[in-house]
């Protein structure tokens, strides 16, 4: 077998076990609903998306621009790409030339940001309102219940929804470190419930990584970002 061949049937073969562990986890709750694999590539090479193309994945998530914006331009629109790092305003530009999704923002000042950028490309760019899960704004995140007229979700949901050159699509959170991803993700379906009150149509649900997708598809994670399970242990911090 070629290096290509090694590299697709090791592909195929995470890929197979991270479906079976998100339909098993549906199963368990009782959904019937589909939950979406977005699969984090950041750190593989734009040759492991296209084989992830090929194997039928159609969602992709970066956390860097310098990395995404290279790979988006050498794979293009055979999958919809999703931004799901800390981003920062001067990049929107750039991020919003090839994502079809932003699952970060956490600010009013990063969605005016972002707004711009996807208007200067005449593109609408769907957007994920990110929820801080620990309340430290350092780790990235809105702040669910504050009245921060930059950092509370209300504020940044209501830049977002306001926006002609976004969309608000939902949430998206990321489980504490260190502590039980059970409690984060049941917090965070209840800031849903509540979101969903004044934004019924912003129904995704972003939550749940390699090591804990079965907790965020038990309290209703409509999309899974996952990245070591499917492409291998990444070598450096990304
Ligand atoms: C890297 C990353 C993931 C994937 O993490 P794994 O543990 O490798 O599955 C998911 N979400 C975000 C925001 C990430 O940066």
Request: proline share 5%; no cysteine.
């Given at each position: 077998m070629s290096a290509d061949d090694t590299r697709r049937a090791e592909l195929a073969a995470n890929?197979?076990?991270?479906?079976?562990?998100?339909?098993?986890?549906?199963?368990?709750?009782?959904?019937?609903?589909?939950?979406?694999l977005v699969a984090v590539t950041k750190t593989y090479p734009a040759t492991d998306v296209a084989l992830l193309a090929d194997l039928g994945v159609t969602d992709v998530g970066e956390n860097r621009d310098q990395e995404a914006?290279?790979?988006?331009?050498?794979?293009?629109?055979?999958?919809?790409?999703?931004?799901?790092?800390?981003?920062?305003?001067?990049?929107?530009?750039?991020?919003?030339?090839y994502a079809d999704v932003v699952q970060s923002v956490d600010s009013v000042r990063l969605a005016a940001a972002l707004d711009r950028g996807a208007a200067g490309h005449g593109r609408v760019v769907d957007v994920l309102i990110q929820v801080s899960l620990?309340?430290?704004?350092?780790?990235?995140?809105?702040?669910?219940?504050?009245?921060?007229?930059?950092?509370?979700?209300?504020p940044a949901a209501e830049a977002v929804a306001g926006a002609p050159a976004l969309r608000l699509a939902g949430l998206m959170a990321v489980a504490p470190l260190g502590a039980p991803?059970?409690?984060?993700?049941?917090?965070?379906?209840?800031?849903?419930?509540?979101?969903?009150?004044?934004?019924?149509?912003?129904?995704?649900?972003?939550?749940?990584?390699?090591?804990?997708?079965?907790?965020?598809?038990?309290?209703?994670?409509t999309h899974v970002r996952v990245g070591s399970a499917l492409l291998g242990k990444r070598h450096y911090l990304g």
């Open positions: 890929l197979a076990r991270v479906r079976a562990r998100i339909d098993a986890a549906r199963t368990a709750a009782g959904r019937t609903d589909e939950v979406t914006a290279p790979k988006a331009a050498a794979i293009g629109g055979r999958v919809r790409w999703h931004f799901v790092g800390q981003l920062q305003r001067n990049k929107a530009r750039s991020v919003t030339a620990d309340g430290d704004p350092e780790r990235g995140g809105a702040l669910p219940g504050s009245a921060d007229p930059d950092r509370g979700l209300g991803p059970d409690a984060a993700f049941a917090q965070l379906a209840e800031v849903a419930a509540a979101f969903h009150v004044d934004h019924p149509t912003a129904t995704v649900l972003s939550a749940g990584m390699s090591d804990d997708l079965e907790s965020a598809v038990s309290h209703g994670a």
